[in-house]
């Protein structure tokens, strides 16, 4: 169960946040654009995370595109501004400014 912006404590949960900047993770594959094979994958599956009816989800996503715009701003921040307009009073508060805090690439 998601509970706010940072609550996930158990290994999973972590993890699922943690994805996208772990040792290896796949923030590198966009941030450096190598393999250049899977750089679309990679945002294929953040904005599929996107669109989830997921909290957990979006956090994770908005965590690793966070890391992501800090090289390179586009697409990242097409897409969490289309996040924010599909899903509008679905986000939570403290979820909308950690989207405005990742679309700066202004995530730790």
Known sequence: DWKGVGSGTSRL?????????MDGGLEAI?????????VSAC?????????L??????ESALHGLGHII???GDPGRGMIDAF???KD??????LRRYAMAAHAG???
């Open 13 to 21: 949960a972590t993890a699922c946040y943690m994805l996208w900047d």
């Open 70 to 72: 800090l090289s390179h």
């Open 106 to 108: 202004d995530v730790q």
């Open 89 to 94: 009073r679905m986000v939570p508060d403290d």
């Open 43 to 51: 945002y294929e599956l953040l904005e599929r995370a996107l669109a």
């Open 53 to 58: 009816d997921s909290p957990a989800c979006w």
């Open 84 to 86: 924010l307009a599909a």
């Open 30 to 38: 966009p941030m450096f654009r190598e393999p250049k094979a899977l």
